[in-house]
Structure formats: C-alpha cells, structure tokens
C-alpha cells in the first residue's frame, strides 16, 4: 500500500509537470503563471519529500513490528517526532560519511586508474591526456558507489528506528 501511494504521488507530480508546461507555453510565456507554476512545483515537491520519507519510515517499522502499512507510518511518524533531534543528527552524520565514502572510493579508484596505467600496462605514452579516462572512470565510479552507499542510508534509518522503538518500549 505504501508503495502504491508513494507512486500515486510520483504520477500525480509528473502530470502536473506536463500540464504546467502545456499550460506555460499555450499562455505565451506568461510571468505570472510561471512563477505560480514554479510555486506549485515546489508545493508538490515537498509533499513527495515528505511522503518518500514517512514512506520509508514506515516501512522500516513495519518490518520491525509486522504491523499494517498505515499503523506503522502512524507510529513512525510520532517517533519521528519524538525523537527528532537523534534522527537529524544520524541522518546528517550518515550523509557526511557517505559522502566522505564516494569522494574516497573516487579518488582511490583514479589514483589506481593512473597507477596501472604508468606502471603496469604502460599506456601513459599512448595517451595524450589523462583527463578524458580519469573523467570516466571517476563518473563510473561515483555512481558505483552513490548505489552502494545509498543503501547505507536506508540501513541508518532503520537501525535508528530499532533504537527508539527500544528506548520507548524499556523507558530509555
């Protein structure tokens, strides 16, 4: 159910995006339009935001507590409330360190890019540039370790939900 309404949110936003653009371009560049359309984009944008994060809460909870998909965004979102400042703080410190993680994994997988290139295969004469196979593997590289960290991120959530869920049922 969770799913379904978090996909009803995603279409509901790209129809409107088609609409607004449609309707943008029939009115003749209209500033005024634009800019409410622009405000709605916004508007729209927040609350996908938020239902991909109480989505993802709640799903965290449930496979916690079995419970139906509404009780436990119910009883995450309360937690959430509840214990906000430790969500915050978690979430910020885990996207420092992945971050921190898809610079290094980036970095070291360059280095290595240049490392086997002047020593071992000796093709650092061939190439005029190494600009263009250090753009290109460094791209494939962050987004290699963007998909691997991401489910790093999930993986805080959860735990983070566990924690409270334990603090609340053992009175701290």
Known sequence: MGSFIIGIVKFIKYVFYFLAKRLVLLTGENKCLKNIVKC?????????????????????YQAVSGEPFFESARKSFLLSLKHGVKFAFA?????VFIWLGKVAITV????????????????????????GPCFAVGLVT???????LGIFEHGVVAMLICICIDLDMNGG
């Open 108 to 131: 070291g997988n360059i280095f290595s890019l240049l490392f086997i290139m002047n020593n071992i295969t000796n093709d650092s004469k061939e190439v005029k540039s190494f600009l």
């Open 91 to 95: 979430q910020f410190i885990a996207k």
């Open 142 to 148: 962050w987004l290699t370790a963007s998909l691997f």
């Open 40 to 60: 709605a984009t916004c508007c729209l944008g927040c609350v996908e935001d938020v239902c991909e994060y109480l989505g993802e809460t709640a799903f965290c």
